[in-house]
């Protein structure tokens, strides 16, 4: 099984989400900005990611800036309350596979946590191909 974190507003999340599809496995899809997060899930799954709430921050097209987490000095825990109150805050996708758990940024980082890739050629949005025909991996 594998579970997308995701927002469908967001590019990077629509690509993974199609490169699972792509694979062969129908995901479980979290709409986490309806959803929201839970503090138990989000150290979870940071942990297992091995990210910190500041590795996780989404800097841009956030709240970020204004509730002045970027500065320095900023704890993990002020980051984590404010992911808990404005969900938008934490960067995604975060994909979860019985082969770890990874914040797929850029889009074919997910590409290790499925058991078989998608058949090529397989392109992001923007037209950048990630699987050639042959079925490899493009750099």
């Not at 469908?8 to 989400?17: A, E, F, I, K, M």
């Amino acid at each position: 099984m594998i579970v997308i974190h995701h927002n469908p507003d967001c590019g990077t999340s629509r690509n993974v989400l199609e490169i699972i599809r792509k694979s062969g496995t129908e995901p479980v899809v979290i709409d986490y900005l309806s959803e929201g997060w839970t503090r138990p899930q989000l150290l979870a799954l940071f942990a297992a990611a091995g990210l910190t709430p500041r590795q996780a921050l989404r800097e841009t097209k956030s709240p970020a800036e204004e509730l002045g987490l970027l500065k320095d000095g900023v704890d993990d825990d002020t980051i984590l309350n404010a992911m808990l109150e404005h969900p938008v805050l934490v960067n995604r996708p975060i994909v979860a596979s019985p082969k770890g758990v990874r914040l797929c940024r850029p889009s074919e980082t997910v590409l290790p946590l499925l058991d078989r890739l998608p058949p090529g050629p397989l392109y992001k949005e923007d037209g950048q191909m990630i699987i050639s025909e042959n079925g490899e991996i493009v750099d």
